[in-house]
């Protein structure tokens, strides 16, 4: 195998080679990760070939401003990890690794940070990067507990008694589900500010740097808001590809709450992704301070439409 740090010349057979991967998602697209600003975020991405084909790739960067020499995959997405075709076996994944070790140590690095892809979101599961990294001396540093509803055996049952009394309540208040909205600064300014009241945080996308990435990536994201009197009062952010979608924001006004919005509108997205075929539906994780702890309350809440745990894994090699 051969390895080389990724350039802009190889984006076209980048992009092809994660659409046709195993465990590759559209946030590892060239497409995607060009949003982040080089300034902050230095793409340091990785490509393994064979005999002139791409066999592997890992989306990964670094922060100029740290100073600590970390590569990370990935500092600026969820998930990042090796990203491997559908015919690749255990010994390439194993070589992947030595080459992506070998390339970073050479370049400097002090340590890999290193987030596999979580499994809802692979077209097909692969788990064999974990173990050649760990059988290397890479250590898990943290694993962050998401929700996730596996809709291939969910129905309205498993809600709890009372999502789904919100849910029905909900269909008796007049309001209207706008799909695929274009209410992008009115939904904003409710999530900015629902963020900053309940969990004294902010969006991790600016509402520019969102308007930016539907566009860029306009069949895997989407807006969904319910409205009463035409005004938006609940809504959520999904991010979807082919077996999955993922709820990147939800926010839920006071308005909202009194008339079930969230309940009535998720419940409608649950009862839509099964109909499509969708295997799983992703609430994110409901870890606060630095993953110490669960925010129960949040973690309930998700719970009580189906979901179950999912592992969100972080592994550190020390390269020095």
């Given amino acids: 195998m051969n390895v080389k740090w990724y350039t802009a010349e190889d984006a076209a057979r980048w992009d092809e080679f994660v659409a046709n991967s195993d465990n590759g998602t559209f946030l590892h697209s060239r497409r995607y990760l060009s949003y982040h600003d080089p300034e902050r975020i230095r793409d340091r991405s990785i490509v393994i070939f064979r005999k002139g084909n791409i066999v592997a790739a890992l989306p990964a960067c670094e922060f100029p401003s740290a100073g600590d020499r970390e590569l990370r995959s990935h500092g600026g997405l969820t998930y990042g990890g090796l990203i491997f075709g559908r015919s690749t076996t255990y010994e390439d994944v194993v070589c992947a690794c030595d080459c992506v070790v070998e390339l970073a140590r050479e370049a400097g690095y002090h340590s890999l940070i290193y987030k596999p892809v979580p499994l809802p979101f692979q077209r097909r599961p ?10 290397r001396g890479a250590r898990f540093v943290r694993i962050d507990i998401a929700s996730a509803v596996y809709l291939a055996d969910w129905n309205e049952s498993l809600l709890t008694s009372g999502r789904r009394q919100a849910v029905r309540k909900f269909e008796n208040t007049g309001t209207v589900i706008e799909l695929n909205s274009v209410r992008w600064d009115e939904y904003w300014r409710i999530l900015e500010e629902v963020l900053g009241e309940r969990h004294g945080a902010r969006p ?68 839509s992704a099964c109909a499509a075929g969708i295997q799983w539906y992703s609430f994110g994780s409901s870890m606060q301070d630095g993953g110490q702890n669960v925010n129960k309350g949040l973690l309930q809440y998700k719970e009580s439409l189906g979901a179950v745990g999912v592992a969100f894994e972080t592994m550190e090699m020390l390269l020095d």
């Fill in 126 to 135: 692969r788990q064999e990067d974990k173990q050649a990294l760990w059988s």
């Fill in 204 to 271: 991790t996308h600016s509402l520019e740097e969102m308007c930016r990435l539907s566009r860029l990536c306009p069949d895997n994201i989407a807006l969904h808001v319910v409205l009463l009197d035409g005004r938006v009062i609940a809504g959520i952010v999904e991010y979807y590809e082919r077996g999955w979608i993922h709820t990147q924001y939800m926010a839920n006004t006071a308005v909202g709450r009194s008339n079930y919005a969230l309940d009535g509108l998720l419940g409608a997205r649950l009862h």
